[in-house]
């Protein structure tokens, strides 16, 4: 009798990473395996007979936790031998041959531009005991045109386009996933009506830079013409997307934004820094009042609108001016929520052989300052929603202790994350993928809660799919299956 293989996906880094983890979840199906049952694994995916490793690139812990990652499993391979290490994207890329000098044991080594090789690669060390490297310098094929297993019924990505054309100081990216390439707008709408004939009611279109889209076939307008089109496909509820960069942010994007009700009042807008100096150091194209002057617009347009960011402190020559420069804007730019970084030196970047780096003491101080004033903020924002109503779509993998507190989770229309009591036994009890009318009686730093339960429950088509993929009454605790943006964009 013939058991049937096994596989696990271990994703570092930005939302790009967690769509392409899809595709390589679909590929590794299409090609026969099956998801390894979490109750027969541990997080690094013992008991699977075959583990992939999408990695990152962008901060420096990420090539610690992965070559950490892939010591420890040089001895799980050890008590199974079938087993196949592959380890992908970013890193991959970057180091290519470092990965099996470091690393012997794995099996497989491919990069950002060929994920749809893995199937082939796998098979190919399977079958000649050898480990197999293949590297391709540009795009094969968009992942979108890959098969995929995504994580939630209700909520997709859609990729817009791949690569990125800004060349800042402090980011590997764009030498790793090369050039801009930008997608048909007739295949992305396609595939977002497909999506949505399948039970999808949000989807989050996707780059490295997504409001450049369209540079590439002349058309500037292009970004603001996709949402307003996603406008018009019926039965899709919620669009959002990310990442923008504010140099290519233009007034017809938030005039679509406006205009387009199924488009979330929710912009991540990533700064990097308030000071101009660094800013021009890291060689982003725009200046701290330009930014400011873009949030008012969007404001303006949309008092509602919930906008967080990306802030990097200690970039080499920071000085104390400096990064209060960046306190200031983080005070003017009341920000819903910020993610922090503190700078690390990524080999091949400009940043990593500038002068002046700033001692980790120094960093870690500032950072810390920065993230007390960015909770109180956060808090301050929230706390204006207490006493109001937001409407609620219940989700998957948010609130980790809700089991334990009797409650639910999901998102706001403006992305923040809701904490909602259950209903009590007996009770009609929302599916992820549903969406409920929830009064906010507490506020806090990084959520909301609404003790008082919902009200105006609607049983969604997102709803059902979750029901059909998981054929499973709703879970009480839920959350929604949608990372942090936690990559420098």
Partial sequence: ????????????????????????????????????????????GAGADVVVFNTCAVRENADNRLYGNLGHMASVKAKHPGLQIAVGGCMAQKDRDTILRKAPWVDVVFGTHNVGALPRLLERARVEHEAQIEIKEALETFPSNLPSRRESPYSAWVSVSVGCNNTCTFCIVPALRGKE????????????????????????????????????????????KLLRACGGIEGLERVRFT?????????????????????????????????????????????????????????????????????IVGFPGETEEDFQATMDVVRQARFSAAFTFQYSI????????????????????????????VNDLSWEENKRFVGQEVEVMFATGEGRKDAETNRLSGRAKDNRLVH???????????????????????????????????????????????????????????????PSIGQPG
């Fill in 1 to 44: 009798m013939t058991t049937e293989r096994t596989y696990h996906v271990i994703t570092y880094g930005c939302q790009m990473n967690v769509h392409d983890s899809e595709r390589i979840s679909g590929l590794l199906e299409e090609a026969g395996l099956t998801r390894v049952d979490p109750a027969a694994s541990d997080a690094l």
């Fill in 181 to 224: 390439a930008d997608r048909r707008p007739g295949d992305i709408l396609a595939e977002i009506e497909m999506l949505v004939a399948q039970g999808v009611q949000e989807i989050t279109l996707l780059g490295q830079n997504v409001n450049a889209y369209g540079v590439e076939f002349g058309d500037r307008q292009a970004f603001a």
């Fill in 346 to 373: 990524r080999p091949g970047t400009p940043a990593a052989t500038m002068p002046n780096q700033i001692p980790k003491a120094v960093v870690q101080e500032r950072y810390e300052r920065l993230v007390g004033l």
């Fill in 420 to 482: 909602v009591a259950a209903p009590g036994e007996g009770a009609e009890r929302p599916r992820p993928g549903d969406i409920a009318t929830a009064r906010i009686t507490h506020a806090a730093p990084h959520h909301l809660n609404a003790d008082d339960g919902f009200t105006n429950l609607r049983r969604t088509r997102g709803g059902d799919a979750w029901e059909a993929a998981t054929n499973a009454p709703a879970p009480v605790g839920v959350g929604l299956g949608m």
């Fill in 243 to 311: 990442s923008p960069h504010p140099k290519d942010f233009t007034d017809d994007v938030i005039e679509a934004m406006a205009a387009t009700p199924n488009v979330m009042p929710q912009l991540h807008m990533p700064l990097q820094s308030g000071s101009d100096a660094i800013l021009k150091s890291m060689r982003r194209s725009y200046r701290s009042q330009k930014f400011l002057g873009i949030l008012d617009r969007v404001r303006e347009a949309m008092p509602e609108a919930a906008i967080t960011t990306d802030i």
